[in-house]
């Protein structure tokens, strides 16, 4: 038998003869534990160790009589409820009344009929065995019901949580491609205003024009890249990066941006670790976190920025994810979130602000850079406690390094030959005219194909500019490399508006592909193509 579920009989006398009575009275075949105790103050601890079925109490003892000794054990919780039959010499209702007012279950005059008293013992306790079961199946049933509802809500959060993954991701698809065809336009408008610009001469009333038109390009170009970082389709130059020196050499942008009324606290924690992170792309993303906190607090209030080590184990807020991570958390003092504001607080042009005051894309932009960066973001709010975005980036070895700047290029013309190549006409010639205008000698073509049999045809050609996504078979990739082939000393420069997957390999540039990004300006060009002229070849990569 389970000696969870065996019957246990402790007897409480002074007498040892009285002990004897009740063992012979228990029948061999009955199974049931005895223990006897003579000495009544010890009654709790020997009960609890021993955690009997049901209990024989004396009633005239010489320390501590039944009475006492009943109360004792219904005073504890753990052997308030266990059956107790008072043993009397005395057959007096008066008696009776208080023993069962102190919590008595059952009363025997000495002594019974010993079929009599092992009936009893057996009634109150497999009455309490069944008691027991009871309360362990309605507890198995408790935990049962809570586990199936934990793993309810859990089941219902993953559901929620996948929704959520796959409609950032149905919108991530539409805006990269929104965002590509856009950045094409805008290139076109762009190129043809910059030859507006030229052509216009000193004429104050065009140039004011122009430039008001440049402004609006210049304000499309950053929405296309916000749409692009949201779809985690912004080509990444990721080198390894240390976070907190590189906040701290943004200390002077950020006072700037915040405003004199909003007081920074900046606090980089001793020996941070590393990361590999597009650095120029970090520094959007802290500028967006910082002007969003300096919005949200009205101008007036304290930012907090925190740049610490964190081991992420499982169950962390960041999605359950493992590992070594930079931690950069942004807070604010500001008005906080409700609730139906932080589920949609990454969607693209979801803003709370006014019409006119922002696009919404600030923070759409933060999570799409993470996450293409391998990293996690969380963002805790409540009305009134203001919001902190914790960001985290994976830990990366080697030495922090400071990105490469095209130091000592201005943007100047040159006389070197260069063959630009892109299938929209409107682009390749306003492009071609540019450069022309710049005083480099240029050939076009429409093609990979068409630019192959150029480049075979000609060896004076010092630098190839070609788009990236274009149809054929001939991939822009494969094109520069047979063009590298052919002509050992020729340099590439890639653009486009959206080279997701063609040069980006998992969202990032190799290291040493030049691209220009579209819409780009006459003055990026010109530094653009002087920077890579001066490249030596060494350093020259293709996809």
């Known amino acids: 038998m389970n000696e969870e579920h065996a019957s246990r009989v402790l007897l409480i006398d002074d007498e040892e003869m009285i002990a004897e009575l009740i063992r012979f009275s228990l029948p061999e075949q009955s199974q049931m534990a005895f223990r006897h105790l003579s000495n009544p103050e010890e009654v709790l601890q ?31 919780p753990d052997t308030e409820t266990v059956p107790i039959i008072l043993l009397s010499s005395e057959d007096d209702p008066e008696i009776k009344v208080r023993a069962f007012a102190v919590g008595a279950n059952d009363y025997l005059v000495k002594w019974p009929d010993r079929r009599e008293l092992f009936a009893r013992l057996s009634y109150h306790s497999s009455a309490y065995l069944a008691h027991l079961q009871r309360d362990q199946a309605f507890k198995s049933l408790h935990e049962s019901r809570r586990q199936l509802l934990q793993r309810t809500e859990e089941l219902a959060k993953s559901q929620a949580a996948l929704l959520h993954s796959q409609k950032m991701e149905v919108i991530g698809q539409l805006t990269g491609g929104v965002a590509h065809d856009f950045n094409n336009v805008l290139q076109i408008i762009s190129n043809n205003l910059q030859l507006l610009k030229v052509l216009g001469g000193d004429n104050d009333a065009i140039q004011k024009r122009v430039n008001a038109a440049l402004d609006g390009v210049h304000r499309g170009a950053n929405l296309a890249s916000h749409l692009l970082s949201f779809a985690r389709r912004q080509p990444l130059q990721p080198v390894v ?8 050499s943004m200390d002077e942008l950020l006072r700037r941006s915040v405003g004199s009324l909003c007081s920074i606290g900046i606090d980089v924690a001793p020996d941070i670790w590393n990361t590999l992170a597009d650095p120029t792309q970090l520094e959007n993303v802290i500028l967006n976190l910082a002007i969003n906190a300096r919005d ?13 080590n964190a081991c992420a184990i499982k169950g962390n807020a960041f999605a359950g994810a493992t590992g070594e991570y930079v931690l950069l958390e942004v807070s604010d003092t500001g008005r906080g979130m409700e609730s139906y504001v932080l589920e949609r607080a990454f969607e693209p042009f979801f803003s709370t602000k006014p019409v006119g005051q922002g696009t919404g894309l600030g923070l759409s932009m933060v999570y799409g850079f993470v996450k293409q960066s391998g990293g996690h973001v969380h963002l805790e709010s409540e009305p009134g406690q203001g919001t902190r975005v914790k960001v985290f980036l994976p830990r990366a070895a080697g030495v922090a390094v400071s990105p490469q700047t095209e130091i000592g290029v201005t943007a100047e013309g040159g006389s070197e030959t260069i063959l630009v190549v892109d299938d929209e006409p409107d682009i ?55 063009a590298r082939e052919l002509r050992p000393g020729m340099q590439v420069l890639f653009t486009s508006g959206y080279s997701h997957g063609e040069l980006a390999k998992g969202g990032w540039l190799a290291p040493g592909i030049a691209l220009l990004k579209k819409p780009y300006t006459v003055d990026g060009l010109a530094t653009k193509i002087r920077h890579v002229l001066q490249q030596p070849i060494a350093q020259r990569t293709v996809a």
């Open 296 to 308: 949200a607090m009205g101008d007036q209030g304290r930012l907090s920025i925190r740049v610490l």
């Open 241 to 248: 990066v240390n976070v907190g020196e590189l906040l701290r």
């Open 428 to 482: 390749r010639e306003t492009a071609a005219r540019l450069l022309s205008a710049l005083g480099y000698r240029v050939y076009q073509a429409g093609s990979a194909e068409e630019a192959l049999g150029i480049i075979e045809d000609r060896k004076d050609i010092d630098l190839l500019f070609t788009d990236v996504v274009m149809p054929g078979k001939l991939r822009s990739s494969e094109l520069a490399e047979r």
């Open 46 to 76: 020997v009960a609890l160790e021993m955690r009997p079925t049901v209990m024989l109490v004396d009633l005239r003892m010489p320390t501590l009589d039944g009475f006492g000794v009943i109360s004792r054990l219904r005073a504890h």
